[in-house]
T-cell receptor, first 116, second 111 residues
Framework: AQSVTQLGSHVSVSEGALVLLRCNYS??????LFWYVQYPNQGLQLLLK??????LVKGINGFEAEFKKSETSFHLTKPSAHMSDAAEYFC??????????????FGKGTKLSVIP | NAGVTQTPKFQVLKTGQSMTLQCAQD?????MSWYRQDPGMGLRLIHY???????DQGEVPNGYNVSRSTTEDFPLRLLSAAPSQTSVYFC??????????FGPGTRLTVT
């Protein structure tokens, strides 16, 4: 079955350090891939997406992600963490193979803590 | 432009009661969906709609009904609430370029 796996349910980084949140997908056809962020007691907000074209995707708030087909990965990075980045991050995919093409499937989420 | 709105924000039900969670969007998106969020489970799709009059089941549809009479509204009905339906519910609408916009959520507790 197709899925996304987020490695690490909790990640802690120091303010100013690199943020790296990992996401791997399982699909014979590379899906459309997304990262969403959820701040406490709020809905989800799109950070960035990969559909086609350039494999390095830049999003909001200084985040970026690189689609690597050979590694079936779509890791999210930010060079320097800020206190305001503390939130839960979800990787998601949209199956482009046809049968499930309307459904966005989420990973289980990674909660990012930023230590002052 | 309010985006996606949901009411109520909080709700407590007794087992067996029914209720409707309201969702509306003002972006003229054809695709709308309902998710539930439970700790450690991510978001799971309940039902979705690709346009007025067209709905389909997602991953966890049991115990829920939907209808889509207009482009703007996509209510979710709980037929007979159970404690297992205690969750946070999110409604979303999607652009043609696959970007989903989420509402603020409804926190439901079933006792």
């Amino acid at each position: 079955a197709q899925s996304v796996t987020q490695l690490g349910s909790h990640v802690s980084v120091s303010e100013g350090a690199l943020v790296l949140l990992r996401c791997n997908y399982s699909s014979s056809v590379p899906p459309y891939l997304f990262w969403y962020v959820q701040y406490p007691n709020q809905g989800l907000q799109l950070l960035l997406k990969y559909t086609t074209g350039a494999t390095l995707v830049k999003g909001i708030n200084g985040f970026e992600a690189e689609f690597k087909k050979s590694e079936t990965s779509f890791h999210l990075t930010k060079p320097s963490a800020h206190m305001s980045d503390a939130a839960e991050y979800f990787c998601a995919y949209n199956d482009r193979s046809g049968a499930g093409s309307y459904q966005l499937t989420f990973g289980k989420g990674t909660k990012l803590s930023v230590i002052p | 432009n309010a985006g996606v709105t949901q009411t109520p924000k909080f709700q407590v039900l007794k087992t067996g009661q029914s209720m409707t969670l309201q969702c509306a969007q003002d972006m003229n998106h054809e695709y709308m969906s309902w998710y539930r969020q439970d700790p450690g489970m991510g978001l799971r799709l309940i039902h979705y709609s690709v346009g007025a009059g067209i709905t389909d089941q997602g991953e966890v549809p049991n115990g829920y009904n939907v209808s889509r009479s207009t482009t703007e509204d996509f209510p979710l009905r709980l037929l007979s609430a159970a404690p297992s339906q205690t969750s946070v519910y999110f409604c979303a609408s999607r652009t043609v370029t696959l970007e989903q916009y989420f509402g603020p959520g409804t926190r439901l507790t079933v006792t």
